[in-house]
């Protein structure tokens, strides 16, 4: 059986606050598993986006650890606020569905985008996603070899995805 350490919140909360790393790593190690499982039943979608909301709800914590006041609340009761807050935005991000202007303006820029791209990302593209291609036809009609189809395609992707985060 694992020993466990055990450890004085209030040295803990004055390490935290003192911004000390390795504090910060037992908090996370400490409360991950049982504030993961609050987001799991919170979130109600997949493991997956309660991972991301838990990693970005650490990172907030991390930012805020000068705003904690102890005499509101635990240590562990403020980092389950903190996370439901932020698991509250997800799901509002999750549940919006884009309005018809919104959608719009977004496919104007992905063309605007698609224009800026080198030639081959952008017909790699277009010829999937427009005409519905395989990657074996896009390798033919362009004279070029499926890796290399699959290369443009990756980056030319990766380019819209990023575009589209700074978007959204």
Not at 30 to 42: N, Q
Not at 98 to 107: F, N, V, Y
Not at 143 to 163: A, F, R
């Amino acid at each position: 059986m694992k020993n466990k350490l055990h450890i004085n919140e209030q040295l803990l909360i004055d390490l935290l606050c003192a911004s000390d790393c390795k504090a910060f790593e037992f908090v996370h190690d400490t409360f991950s598993p049982a504030l993961h499982g609050s987001l799991i039943d919170l979130i109600e979608t997949d493991k997956k986006n309660a991972v991301h909301v838990l990693e970005d709800g650490f990172s907030a914590v991390w930012q805020a650890l000068q705003s904690y006041d102890q005499r509101q609340q635990q240590l562990f009761a403020w980092l389950l606020h903190m996370m439901h807050q932020l698991a509250t935005v997800a799901l509002k991000q999750l549940n919006r569905w884009p309005s018809a202007d919104e959608l719009e303006r977004l496919s104007i820029g992905l063309r605007q985008k698609l224009l800026t791209m080198n030639r081959g990302q952008r017909c790699v593209i277009e010829l999937m996603y427009e005409r519905g291609y395989c990657k074996a036809r896009i390798a033919n009609a362009l004279n070029v070899s499926i890796e290399t189809v699959d290369t443009l395609l990756q980056t030319g992707l990766s380019q819209l995805k990023t575009y589209l985060k700074t978007f959204i």
